[in-house]
């Protein structure tokens, strides 16, 4: 089998690709939401992958891997990562993770971290109601993930919240040592959502990046009665493009609350330090930034020989992206917590795949399909009347 082309649109707010093959299969895969500027740079892998047998996936890989970095500018390989999976699984008749070692478990459990109810404000009361509707969803998530301080608009809604000026335009990196009324501040907001969830549910906080490695370490430990799941990237994280295990280093071996980071990093050998020097407690790929499944399988392996945990990530990656992040926990080592739940970005993307009625969220936990492939594939006459002008030929072959 050999591909015969990639092509790429952007459907609601998710760049997809489609690799076709000149025995009719044809893979599919999303990268996360509101990245449609990388729809040039997708395509610049186009003529570097096409007469290649897609089934030879690292051999695919192999030649396009080095050409990524952080995020974002790991989701084109990543993409085309796990449309090679699709394809394989139904060259071969089976469920991916039958091709990633066969799965561990039937059902594999998800957090949430994208279905969301509107902050009325940065109080602890608005933490507090955000969060008692969330515990009720029918999904009845055992894990919620909130953000807060630098990661939310607490850090400029709340004044002088820390020894900086915020800047709340564009991308602007914010971050500086927190005023004591700020620190206290976040701890009121962690107390109330606490209260809420009153032992039923973790809570797993987002808080940046933007701390310092004192004040990360202080909240740590502040928390620590508290059984917090984890305080995830409050030094480098979301489009950060470096480690920094170092920091990390000032602050995890000096709380017993789980410091977890990694949704920014691209490929297996920009974890070994967080890894080998044991810098953080949990890690989170993100497989549509880091180059795939198979990359994520291995990152899991290496986590767990050094006794690291692995709840990955995922908010945007889209209904695709829940597909194939369901293939994959189900063959991860026993470190696995959880990963991050993706939502269709916008409503309609349920009305135009099939396979959704297999990956329903009951008790926080998804059923693991066997259909072969990725699971899910586009309903092209429904999916058509959403693409943009310049993407309609995206279902030609
Ligand atoms: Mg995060």
């Given at each position: 089998?050999?591909?015969?082309?990639?092509?790429?649109?952007?459907?609601?707010?998710?760049?997809?690709?489609?690799?076709?093959?000149?025995?009719?299969?044809?893979?599919?895969?999303?990268?996360?939401?509101?990245?449609?500027?990388?729809?040039?740079?997708?395509?610049?892998y186009?003529?570097?992958?096409?007469?290649?047998?897609?089934?030879?996936?690292?051999?695919?890989?192999?030649?396009?891997?080095?050409?990524g970095?952080?995020?974002?500018?790991?989701?084109?390989?990543?993409?085309?990562?796990?449309?090679?999976?699709?394809?394989?699984?139904?060259a071969a008749?089976?469920?991916?993770?039958?091709l990633l070692?066969?799965?561990?478990?039937?059902?594999?459990?998800?957090?949430?971290?994208s279905?969301?109810?509107?902050?009325?404000?940065?109080?602890?009361?608005?933490?507090?109601?955000?969060?008692?509707?969330?515990k009720?969803?029918?999904?009845?998530?055992?894990?919620?993930?909130?953000?807060?301080?630098?990661?939310d608009?607490?850090?400029?809604?709340?004044?002088?919240?820390?020894?900086?000026?915020?800047?709340?335009?564009?991308?602007?990196?914010?971050?500086?040592?927190?005023?004591?009324?700020?620190f206290?501040h976040?701890?009121?907001?962690?107390?109330?959502?606490?209260?809420?969830?009153?032992?039923?549910?973790?809570?797993?906080?987002?808080c940046?990046?933007?701390?310092?490695?004192?004040?990360?370490?202080?909240?740590a430990?502040?928390v620590e009665?508290?059984?917090?799941?984890?305080?995830?990237?409050?030094?480098?994280?979301?489009?950060?493009?470096?480690?920094?295990?170092?920091?990390?280093?000032?602050v995890?071996?000096?709380?017993?609350?789980?410091?977890?980071?990694?949704?920014q990093i691209?490929?297996?050998?920009?974890?070994?330090?967080?890894?080998?020097?044991?810098?953080v407690?949990?890690i989170?790929?993100?497989?549509?930034?880091?180059?795939?499944?198979?990359?994520?399988k291995?990152?899991?392996?290496?986590?767990?020989?050094?006794?690291?945990?692995?709840?990955?990530?995922g908010?945007?990656?889209?209904?695709?992206?829940?597909a194939?992040?369901v293939?994959?926990?189900?063959?991860?080592?026993?470190?696995?917590?959880?990963?991050?739940?993706?939502?269709?970005?916008?409503?309609?993307?349920y009305?135009?795949?099939t396979?959704?009625?297999?990956?329903?969220?009951?008790?926080?936990?998804?059923?693991?399909?066997?259909?072969?492939?990725?699971?899910?594939?586009?309903?092209?006459?429904?999916?058509?009347k959403?693409?943009?002008?310049?993407?309609?030929?995206?279902?030609?072959?």
């Amino acid at each position: 089998m050999k591909i015969t082309d990639l092509k790429c649109a952007i459907l609601g707010n998710n760049p997809v690709i489609r690799i076709t093959t000149d025995e009719g299969l044809v893979g599919i895969a999303a990268g996360e939401s509101n990245k449609s500027y990388l729809n040039p740079m997708i395509m610049f892998y186009r003529d570097l992958i096409v007469g290649k047998d897609p089934t030879d996936v690292e051999r695919v890989m192999l030649s396009i891997r080095r050409l990524g970095a952080f995020k974002p500018w790991g989701t084109a390989v990543s993409m085309i990562e796990m449309a090679l999976w699709d394809i394989s699984g139904q060259a071969a008749d089976v469920p991916v993770y039958k091709l990633l070692g066969g799965k561990i478990r039937d059902r594999v459990r998800v957090y949430n971290g994208s279905i969301r109810f509107p902050l009325e404000g940065n109080q602890p009361e608005h933490y507090a109601d955000a969060m008692g509707k969330m515990k009720a969803l029918p999904e009845a998530f055992s894990i919620i993930k909130q953000a807060v301080g630098f990661h939310d608009s607490m850090y400029s809604n709340i004044e002088d919240f820390y020894y900086g000026t915020p800047v709340t335009e564009g991308r602007y990196p914010n971050r500086g040592p927190m005023t004591e009324k700020g620190f206290k501040h976040l701890i009121r907001c962690i107390e109330a959502m606490v209260e809420v969830l009153d032992g039923d549910v973790g809570l797993a906080l987002d808080c940046g990046p933007g701390m310092t490695p004192g004040d990360a370490l202080r909240l740590a430990k502040s928390v620590e009665d508290m059984h917090i799941t984890w305080l995830e990237d409050m030094l480098t994280g979301d489009y950060t493009p470096y480690v920094l295990s170092d920091l990390y280093l000032q602050v995890t071996p000096y709380t017993n609350t789980p410091i977890h980071t990694g949704e920014q990093i691209y490929l297996r050998q920009n974890f070994v330090d967080l890894i080998e020097r044991k810098a953080v407690n949990i890690i989170g790929p993100d497989p549509a930034d880091v180059g795939g499944l198979a990359e994520m399988k291995f990152i899991a392996e290496y986590a767990d020989l050094h006794g690291i945990l692995f709840a990955p990530h995922g908010t945007g990656d889209g209904l695709l992206g829940l597909a194939a992040l369901v293939q994959l926990a189900a063959t991860l080592p026993d470190n696995y917590i959880a990963f991050e739940l993706p939502s269709g970005d916008t409503k309609w993307w349920y009305d135009i795949l099939t396979g959704l009625d297999s990956l329903v969220v009951k008790d926080s936990h998804i059923t693991v399909p066997d259909i072969p492939g990725i699971g899910v594939k586009f309903i092209e006459q429904e999916a058509t009347k959403y693409l943009k002008e310049s993407d309609r030929d995206f279902f030609d072959d």
